[in-house]
């Protein structure tokens, strides 16, 4: 009998391990990859990932390992679950290995100066690849937890979309196919920075009102954003689009909302991101968001609003007063006119 292939992961952060364990769950043998050795020492002998998962046990069949160029050379079927920051500089020196994998994105940022996104990049760095994109409202601990959850493989390659699913679709988790792959993980990259301004806003005492129309005009700019940029507004209306938008916007789980949290009570956004000690991808996404918003000329009141705050020195006060005198506007951008 042969014996199976097994699938990697890279990243040692909380979601690579989540991913690791639902594919081990579902019978793969994974090789997680982590550039650091004393992380994969502690998680091969304590059989979990104290830093960034504490308290969930890591699966038998999950492998820690730190030798990226042996992972890529045994793994057909590879998820990349590094911070955007990182993706690049960590994949180019094995771009000759990475020809022919199956390589499926689950980092939610943009890259700064190129605003490419992560699947991009994997494109440039491996051109021979195949490319897919998973994204939706997948809070890692949750995943890890089992809670129900439903995600979104996307990708041009039905086959890739297939082997995805058969990987990860389990007794927890479900897996629906897209074909849109650029506007799933847009969708995935601009909800962070909405969801440090939902944080902030908890912080602030404020009410479900203002909560609900902080979401409900965080899709509309989000989408009118995409939207300019060639992607699909159905996808939006997704679980890579609205459904990663509510979850991240609603919940203290999630690493943007907690660093919009600490801003709304009073932190220094340094010493908000030092607290996290993870990655919150919002905070470098609001830079390149707003430059890409005012270069395409793009109403965008909540991006322009938090990077006032967090980088031109305007109080919050300033700018919620700003937002609310703002001349009134349409609800749905989408809707003819005479439909209105
Ligand atoms: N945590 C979550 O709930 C979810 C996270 N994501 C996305 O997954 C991506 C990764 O996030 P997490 O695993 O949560 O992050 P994390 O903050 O838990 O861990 C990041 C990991 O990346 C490693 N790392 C940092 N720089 C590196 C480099 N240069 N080379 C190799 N490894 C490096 C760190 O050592 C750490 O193991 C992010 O883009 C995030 O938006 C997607 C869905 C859910
Ligand atoms: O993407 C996520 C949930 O879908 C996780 O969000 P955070 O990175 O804000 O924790």
């Given at each position: 009998m042969t014996e199976q292939q097994p699938v990697?992961?890279?990243?040692?952060?909380?979601?690579?391990?989540?991913?690791?364990?639902?594919?081990?769950?579902?019978?793969?043998?994974?090789?997680?990859?982590?550039?650091?050795?004393?992380?994969?020492?502690?998680m091969r002998s304590q059989r979990e990932n104290p830093r960034y998962l504490k308290g969930i046990k890591l699966h038998p069949g999950v492998e820690p390992v730190t030798d990226l160029a042996a992972t890529l050379a045994a793994c057909e079927l590879v998820f990349v679950a590094l911070p955007s920051s990182a993706l690049r500089q960590a994949?180019?020196?094995?771009?000759?290995?990475?020809?022919?994998?199956l390589l499926v994105s689950?980092?939610?940022?943009?890259?700064?100066?190129?605003?490419k996104l992560m699947s991009q990049i994997?494109?440039?760095?491996?051109?021979?690849?195949?490319?897919?994109?998973?994204?939706?409202?997948?809070?890692?601990?949750?995943?890890?937890?089992?809670?129900?959850?439903?995600?979104?493989?996307?990708?041009?390659?039905?086959?890739l979309c297939?082997?995805?699913?058969?990987?990860?679709?389990?007794?927890?988790f479900r897996v629906y196919a897209s074909r849109d792959r650029f506007g799933v993980e847009l969708g995935g990259a601009l909800k962070n920075v909405y969801a440090i301004i939902a944080g902030m806003a908890v912080a602030m005492g404020m009410g479900e009102n203002t909560k609900s129309m902080l979401i409900t005009r965080a899709l509309a700019e989000m989408t009118r954003f995409a939207v300019k940029l060639?992607?699909?507004?159905?996808?939006?209306?997704?679980?890579a689009g609205v459904g990663d938008l509510i979850v991240t916007c609603s919940s203290p789980k999630s690493r943007n909302y907690q660093v919009g949290f600490a801003l709304g009570e009073g932190l220094s956004l340094e010493d908000a991101v030092a607290r996290l000690g993870e990655v919150a991808e919002g905070v470098n996404t609001i830079k390149v968001l707003k430059a890409k918003a005012e270069e395409l000329q793009i109403y965008m009141?909540?991006?322009?609003g938090l990077h006032a705050i967090?980088?031109?020195?305007?109080?919050?006060?300033q700018v919620i007063e700003a937002l609310m005198r703002a001349e009134p506007k349409t609800d749905v951008d989408f809707i003819s006119t005479s439909g209105f």
């Open positions: 990697a992961v890279l990243g040692g952060g909380s979601f690579g391990t989540a991913i690791a364990n639902l594919l081990a769950q579902n019978g793969q043998h994974v090789r997680q990859w982590m550039r650091d050795p004393e992380q994969a020492a502690a994949l180019q020196p094995v771009a000759g290995a990475l020809a022919g994998k689950t980092t939610k940022g943009i890259e700064a100066q190129s605003f994997l494109e440039e760095v491996a051109p021979q690849a195949r490319i897919g994109v998973l994204s939706g409202p997948n809070l890692a601990r949750e995943v890890a937890e089992q809670a129900l959850t439903a995600t979104v493989i996307a990708s041009e390659d039905e086959q297939l082997r995805v699913q058969e990987a990860l679709h389990g007794r927890t060639g992607a699909n507004p159905m996808t939006f209306l997704g679980l009141p909540l991006v322009t967090l980088f031109e020195g305007r109080t919050l006060a």
